[in-house]
């Protein structure tokens, strides 16, 4: 079975600080996700990566920013969170393929970080 | 751009009934992908059903099914026979090939009535 971890389930965080949400995947998957979710507003891409090292910016990147040095580990960054940031955080992780690559697994959830930035 | 449109923020249905959940979408690209997604209330969010779009044939996985019309770009998701375990929120997705990238939409929670 796929397993995506994000390392926190709860986090709370002072305006200011500097986040790291840490996830990690067991699939060996290419591509990697960054998603917040708030009641109302659905799920908001925030960064995605389909390559080690490789970063591409979601719906609502800004006040965030992502790193991904190994394949099995997508982190994001909150350089200085805010309590707009206050949200659900989902990260997930596929093998899609791409163009002439076969479409392989579908994406994969970790269980969400709660942050509440206060 | 890419988008996903789910109009119906909530839904009811009698347990053992049938319902349909909308879903509209608009992408530029001719290959992608459509996926419904279940988030019950332990919030993992689960894979209900995948479409392809270079295939005409609905999916069907048990007693969920899609209605896949890509001239109209609608993909709904029908569950049969609902059970009290389908109560959860229920996420429309779609992959463009060309970046890997995936949209959801707002999301649709549906309540099942005893």
């Known amino acids: 079975d796929v397993k995506v971890t994000q390392s926190s389930r709860y986090l709370v965080k002072r305006t200011g600080e500097k986040v790291f949400l840490e996830c990690v995947q067991d699939?060996?998957?290419?591509?990697m996700f960054w998603y917040r979710q708030d009641p109302g507003l659905g799920l908001r891409l925030i960064y995605f990566?389909?390559?080690?090292?490789?970063?591409e910016k979601g719906d609502i990147p800004e006040g965030y920013s992502v790193s991904r040095e190994k394949k099995e580990r997508f982190s994001l960054i909150l350089e200085s969170a805010s309590t707009n940031q206050t949200s659900m955080y989902l990260c997930?992780?596929?093998?899609?393929?791409?163009?002439?690559?076969?479409?392989?697994?579908?994406?994969?959830f970790g269980n969400g970080t709660r942050l509440t930035v206060t | 751009a890419q988008t996903v449109t789910q109009s119906q923020p909530e839904m009811s249905v009698q347990e053992a009934e049938t319902v349909t959940l909308s879903c509209t979408y608009d992408?530029?690209?001719?290959?992608?992908?459509l996926f419904w997604y279940k988030q019950p209330p332990s919030r993992q969010m689960i894979l209900v059903i995948r479409?392809?779009?270079?295939?005409?044939q609905n999916a069907t996985e048990n007693r969920f099914s899609v209605n896949f019309q890509k001239a109209a770009k609608s993909f709904s998701l029908k569950i049969s026979d609902s059970q009290l375990g389908d109560a959860a929120m229920y996420f429309c997705?779609?992959?463009?090939?060309?970046?890997?990238?995936?949209?959801f939409g707002k999301g649709t929670r549906l309540h099942i009535l005893p």
């Open positions: 992408t530029s690209e001719s290959d992608y992908y």
């Open positions: 997930a992780s596929g093998a899609f393929g791409g163009i002439g690559r076969p479409y392989n697994s579908p994406l994969h």
């Open positions: 699939m060996d998957h290419e591509n």
């Open positions: 479409q392809e779009a270079y295939k005409q």
């Open positions: 990566s389909y390559d080690v090292k490789m970063k």
């Open positions: 997705a779609s992959l463009q090939n060309r970046d890997d990238k995936i949209i």
